[in-house]
């Protein structure tokens, strides 16, 4: 397979986050952050100045750009692809407009099961989000190697919620109204959804994607029975899937799953085959070492408002967060994405903080 054939690229120069992500002895706690290619920068908003946001994600040259701008900054351990989870929809056939002021919308949402139909029965992403592959293989080579670049994906459940809901929500029970009146056609939409992510998936593994990460950003609107229905078998399957046909190629590229504000998700999510579990900042470091037993990684999990600490305070945060977590098998993030209004000197001072803590830390074991 053509696309398989690695696209000389340059050698990787800081694997802590891959090592972190495996399981492996790191030196520091590797760091990045949710969103970090965003509002927050003034050189994002001046690039995106009256561009649409879905004409940005479809330019490469415009999302490798946007995910490099937080790397000439920070010394952050990863990168990740600027683009967007919605373009799954899109690549199905549904519309999605960026709204400013009211976020991503679906001008023609699902209303009942009937339309289903309009949604494309096969979906070639290699033509439909080839633009995503293009942006990765290029950003890998402009990134020249200085730190991995993460794929990633909405999950089904996830993207679901948005199709029928329309746009964001408070109470969601458009999309939790199916679930009760019409399970098997969920069941049916989330099988869909799941086939074209494992596709979309493997297809930036071969543009070049070092790490893949599944946002299942809607996780907390559902109890713990809906999840274990709804959720968690459809990403247990993208990610054992995925792992089986990389390893066809030989391949072995971490996987990440972040379910938000799932507590109750945490001991099984930690065996559904992702070598990370991402955590909100709702969630005790230590509860979640217990509940996932040391068989994964972890990821997370500050408040982003501690963001908006001095200086010190966040130094403080962080060392409380590291004792809470430990120094590996542990990826310092957010609980959840940047805030446009953030100043950049404050994630300055999280990621120095970071380093700095986890390597006393090491020395003193």
């Known amino acids: 397979n053509e696309s398989n ?23 520091h706690v590797p760091v990045w952050c949710m969103r970090q290619a965003g509002r927050y920068l003034p050189e994002f908003r001046e690039f995106r ?17 946007l995910t490099l701008q937080p790397l000439r900054r920070f010394d952050f351990d990863a990168s990740i692809i600027f683009s967007d989870i919605l373009v799954v929809p899109q690549a199905m056939g549904m519309e999605v407009q960026m709204v400013p002021g009211k976020g991503p919308t679906f001008p023609d949402p699902l209303k009942d099961p009937e ?22 293989t290029l950003t890998r080579h402009k990134i020249e190697g200085k730190v991995p670049l993460i794929g990633f994906t909405g999950a089904p ?5 948005y199709m029928i809901e329309g746009s964001g929500s408070k109470t969601f029970s458009k999309v939790k109204s199916w ?30 994607a070092q790490a893949l990460q599944v946002f299942e950003s809607h996780a907390g609107i559902l109890g713990p029975v809906e999840f274990k229905a709804f959720c968690l078998p459809y990403l247990r399957d993208i990610a054992r899937r995925v792992k089986d046909q990389l390893k066809e190629t030989g391949q072995d590229v971490p996987m990440i799953v972040f379910a938000k504000d799932a507590h109750y998700g945490l001991e099984d999510l930690s065996q559904s085959y992702y070598d990370v579990v991402s955590l909100d900042w709702t969630i005790d470091p230590r509860l979640a070492r217990e ?3 040391g068989k994964v990684s ?24 590291l004792e809470g977590f430990g120094t ?16 950049p000197e404050s994630v300055a001072a999280f990621v120095e903080a970071v380093h700095k803590h986890s390597r006393q830390m090491n020395k003193q074991q």
């Open 298 to 321: 972890l990821q997370g999990n500050m408040d982003p408002c501690a963001l908006y600490a001095p200086k010190e305070r966040i130094s403080e945060i962080v060392k409380t967060m």
């Open 291 to 293: 509940q996932t037993g």
């Open 179 to 208: 679930l009760y009146r019409y399970p098997e056609v969920s069941h049916m939409l989330l099988k869909r959804l799941t086939d074209v992510i494992v596709d979309y998936l493997l297809g930036q593994v071969a543009a070049g």
């Open 115 to 136: 339309d289903l139909q309009r949604l494309k029965t096969k979906v070639d992403v290699q033509k439909e989000l080839d633009y995503v592959f293009k942006a990765i």
């Open 157 to 161: 459940w996830t993207l679901m919620s």
């Open 49 to 65: 100045a009256g561009k649409d946001f879905f004409d940005t994600c479809r330019s490469p040259e415009a999302c490798c750009e």
């Open 328 to 343: 590996q098998r542990y990826i310092a993030n957010l609980g959840h994405g940047m805030y446009p209004d953030m100043d």
């Open 5 to 27: 054939i690695p696209k000389d690229f340059p050698q990787l120069k800081n694997d802590t986050f891959l090592r972190a992500a495996r399981g492996e002895q790191t030196q």
